[in-house]
């Protein structure tokens, strides 16, 4: 980036344009290719939810200290929050003993460690990991609960696919708006900025190693012994 660039163009384009070839990556990758393709059995959805649980958990967990942060303060906003509806899922999804049987993959407690790091250590790093999730839930996220609801026949915005719906959100391209224009007034210089932006390179790969992980476990021809 250079400064006349970063100089004329607003953040929030920036770090979409930034990290477009990262997105395509994590939206070909096979497992999600395969899921939304309707090829995986709802256990690898389960799994895949499970994994969320401990992402958001991770996420959302930070959100008492980074509330009175300057810099990630303004994007902790209650009708974010995701961890209920995960559970709720899951509960769904695993029954009552839900908690006592999930475990996250290898991928996932390396993502979750850096989520960790970051909100300890580098609230500007904490938002490239809450941009990268939560703007996309907001957006191609509805897709995924559209597939699910059909494949595996939750009933639609119910039990089992809560996570994607935001029901205190009555307008997300107005949310998403506000959230831009967030990220436009972030008081960090360029430097800084280059830095999210590579933060959140590292948090669309953090999520392609968890689909790779669930694909090594699921494959894409329903035939895991757990699919159903
Ligand atoms: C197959 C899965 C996916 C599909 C179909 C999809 C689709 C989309 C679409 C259509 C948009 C543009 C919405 C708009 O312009 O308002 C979008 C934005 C976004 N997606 Fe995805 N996506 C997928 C997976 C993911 C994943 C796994 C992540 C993160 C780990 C993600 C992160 C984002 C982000 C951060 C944005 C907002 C970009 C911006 O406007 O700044 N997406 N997605």
Not at 106 to 116: F, G, L, N, Q, S
Not at 151 to 180: L, M
Not at 210 to 221: H, T, Y
Request: hydrophobic share 40%; aromatic share 10%; proline share 5%.
């Amino acid at each position: 980036m250079d400064a006349h660039t970063s100089a004329r163009t607003p953040f929030s384009a920036l770090i979409r344009t930034a990290s477009r070839e990262a997105h395509s990556e994590v939206r070909g990758s096979s497992f999600m290719e395969d899921m939304l393709g309707g090829r995986l059995g709802v256990a690898a959805y389960r799994r895949y939810t499970e994994q969320l649980w401990f992402v958001y958990r991770a996420l959302e967990g930070a959100a008492d200290t980074l509330t009175a942060d300057p810099i990630a303060g303004p994007f902790l906003r209650p009708e974010l929050v995701r961890t209920p509806e995960l559970e709720r899922d899951l509960a769904h999804l695993g029954g009552r003993g839900w908690r006592a049987a999930i475990r996250p993959l290898p991928a996932t407690e390396a993502y979750v460690a850096r989520i960790a790091d970051c909100a300890r250590d580098w609230p500007a790093g904490y938002v490239a990991h809450h941009y990268t999730r939560y703007l996309g839930d907001l957006s191609g996220g509805q897709i995924v609960r559209d597939t699910a609801e059909k494949a595996w026949g939750f009933a639609r915005k119910g039990d089992g696919v809560r996570f994607y719906v935001f029901e205190d959100i009555g307008n997300p391209a107005a949310f998403k708006r506000e959230y831009r224009a967030l990220l436009d007034a972030l008081p960090v210089d360029d430097l800084e900025k280059q830095r999210m932006v590579e933060e959140c390179k590292r948090a669309y790969a953090l999520n392609t190693d968890v689909f790779e992980e669930l694909s090594a476990e699921f494959g894409g021809d329903g035939a895991s012994p757990l699919s159903a």
